[in-house]
């Protein structure tokens, strides 16, 4: 089984935090939604011998296609893939884009999950990240969703942000848990390089939150959607039972997927590729029939360090009988010993044929990881 994941990059406006491929250019929709279904079929044979399981339409802000667009390309995917058994179909959306007529438009495509970036209930903080919603619009767009029919409906909070307090994050979450959604995806506020809030950041015209001030609001967000019914599945997400993303599950379990769109990224087991985040440059290429992207092939450290990174992003962590399995005697035995320091500390927990992180390891564990990478 496969996923494809399908980059729409249009948004109305930046937000200040994204550092996600996108534009604000949106006379192109048209033009890139056909260069789109090119794609497809020039790299259908990528994924000839697999079944279709999952369809991620991730952005930027993919709700801004129109329905005929999205039809266009879900005609395509039938056309070139074996689409017969998909479960899953995500689309991701803004809540200001979401209303009775945006369900109405959208009730013969096959989406049967919405991932909205609701990001705070709090208008303050919404009109500081540079949001088009307010919380009004937020609430009543969940409820737009269940009266369409959707039951699968995934939002996206962030905390850590300049301003916020403990009790604005613990708001944001009872808030999230009253509107009864399926899923929840919670993250630290990230500076990324060349974005405004980067910018901010090094002009000293905002203060990042203390670490540990960071920390009692992930370990408030844990406990709060545990006492709720939420499984913590993986270091930000957290899924009622049953409810839990398959297309990011198969990311961090090592299933192929196929990325098509500017910026967006493929895996094979073997070979990662990508394409050019540059909007001209990605329509262009396609219109005159070269595949874009470039690609690298997966040396074994990179394929040790990458099992090592995306298993311990899981609740149940690495599977030591499939990591020796794969990766041989002496790798096994590295990781055994490269781990002794951090299960004595209790970041790390030994639990029969597994290792995953504590909570409190959860909240650190990119340093962790890394302790743990090889080189060739």
């Given amino acids: 089984m496969a996923g494809i994941y399908i980059h729409i990059p249009f948004c109305s406006s930046r937000c200040i935090y994204c550092s996600f491929f996108s534009t604000t250019n949106l006379n192109q929709r048209e033009r890139y939604t056909a260069a789109l279904c090119q794609e497809l079929k020039m790299r259908c044979k990528e994924l000839q011998e697999e079944k279709i399981s999952t369809i991620y339409f991730g952005g930027g802000t993919p709700s801004l296609l129109s329905p005929q667009q999205l039809k266009l390309i879900f005609n395509t995917i039938e056309d070139c893939f074996n689409a017969s058994e998909v479960q899953?179909?995500?689309?991701?959306?803004?809540?200001?884009?979401?209303?009775?007529?945006?369900?109405?438009?959208?009730?013969?495509?096959p989406i049967n999950r919405i991932s909205m970036g609701i990001q705070s209930f709090n208008d303050e903080t919404l009109h500081f990240l540079k949001r088009r919603h307010n919380s009004i619009q937020a609430i009543n767009a969940v409820k737009n969703c269940k009266d369409a029919g959707y039951n699968n409906i995934s939002i996206d909070l962030i905390y850590g942000i300049p301003g916020q307090n403990i009790e604005d994050f613990k708001s944001d979450i009872e808030t999230a848990v009253s509107l009864d959604v399926t899923h929840i995806s919670s993250y630290h506020l990230s500076y990324e390089e060349d974005t405004p809030i980067w910018q901010m950041l090094i002009d000293k015209k905002i203060d990042s939150i203390d670490e540990e001030e960071s920390v009692r609001m992930y370990n408030i967000l844990c406990h709060t959607l545990k006492g709720n019914n939420f499984n913590h599945y993986e270091i930000s997400n957290f899924a009622k039972k049953g409810f839990e993303s398959k297309h990011n599950s198969s990311y961090w379990n090592g299933v192929p997927y196929l990325g098509v769109g500017a910026g967006a990224h493929s895996f094979d087991i073997d070979t990662r590729r990508w394409n050019p985040d540059n909007l001209n440059e990605y329509i262009e290429g396609i219109e005159l029939g070269h595949t874009v992207y470039e690609?690298?092939?997966?040396?074994?450290?990179?394929?040790?360090?990458?099992?090592?990174?995306?298993?311990?992003?899981?609740?149940?962590?690495?599977?030591?009988?499939?990591?020796?399995?794969?990766?041989?005697?002496?790798?096994?035995?590295?990781?055994?010993?490269?781990t002794e320091t951090q299960i004595k500390s209790g970041t790390l927990i030994k639990e029969k044929d597994r290792i995953h992180f504590s909570e409190h390891g959860l909240f650190i564990s990119d340093n962790i990881v890394s302790s743990l990478f090889i080189v060739d």
């Fill in 88 to 109: 899953e179909i995500t689309l991701e959306c803004n809540p200001d884009d979401i209303s009775h007529t945006f369900f109405n438009n959208l009730k013969e495509l």
């Fill in 295 to 338: 690609e690298e092939h997966l040396t074994l450290a990179d394929k040790h360090n990458e099992a090592i990174m995306l298993g311990l992003r899981k609740q149940e962590g690495i599977s030591l009988s499939n990591f020796k399995n794969r990766f041989g005697e002496k790798l096994y035995n590295l990781l055994l010993s490269n």
